[in-house]
T-cell receptor, first 114, second 110 residues
């Protein structure tokens, strides 16, 4: 089973709201990722967690706050977003961080900031 | 120059045709190569991955890597309308920091 589950599928939020995106995998993967994808563009890496510790932050603004409560769960907390943050947010996981592994993606959360 | 170059298309072919999708790259450190299929408004689905030069086949799909030329390809045989999607190549030393191509939009016409 190569499934990464993301909730919610769609989210509309105002610029003053606080919301969270959730991601879950049960493949025993120890690396989890957040990506952002704008329309007709490839995914862009935001954060990498390895063994529940943040290992990469691609200079993402602090209005995005990741959290990894355990090896199966990954959250992305959102606060004071801007309309330009509207995008498809993708979670991915891989067996381990580093070489010779492949990443599996969830179906994404389509976020609209109004 | 981008690290990974992929023609965004769009590419339109008749049903049953053989489709060839390609990417070139410049970073010799890339050892691991993947192809993803992404339907509109969905997440990328891993189709193929390989970490060596040569060919890898899975059903109607064949992935080809030529490290000497820094060139990878995905071939789709007996293409079906359900193959219509955006195809993304991705590569790197592993899953940690994948570099994606721009994606090629493919339409298979019945």
């Amino acid at each position: 089973d190569t499934e990464v589950t993301q909730t919610p599928k769609h989210l509309v939020m105002g610029m003053t709201n606080k919301k969270s995106l959730k991601c879950e995998q049960h493949m025993g993967h120890r690396a989890m990722y957040w990506y952002k994808q704008k329309a007709k563009k490839p995914p862009e890496l935001m954060f990498v967690y390895s063994y529940e510790k943040l290992s990469i932050n691609e200079s993402v603004p602090s209005r995005f706050s990741p959290e990894c409560p355990n090896s199966s769960l990954l959250n992305l907390h959102l606060h004071a977003l801007q309309p330009e943050d509207s995008a498809l947010y993708l979670c991915a996981s891989s067996h381990r961080q580093g070489q010779n592994t492949e990443a599996f993606f969830g179906q994404g959360t389509r976020l609209t900031v109004v | 120059q981008k690290e990974v170059e992929q023609d965004p298309g769009p590419l339109s072919v008749p049903e049953g045709a053989i489709v060839s999708l390609n990417c070139t790259y410049s970073n010799s450190a890339f050892q691991y190569f993947m192809w993803y299929r992404q339907y509109s408004r969905k997440g990328p689905e891993l189709l193929m991955y390989t970490y060596s030069s040569g060919n890898k086949e899975d059903g109607r799909f064949t992935a080809q890597v030529d490290k000497s030329s820094k060139y990878i390809s995905l071939f789709i045989r007996d293409s079906q309308p359900s193959d219509s999607a955006t195809y993304l190549c991705a590569m790197g030393p592993g899953a940690q920091k994948l570099v994606f191509g721009q994606g090629t939009r493919l339409t298979i016409n019945p």
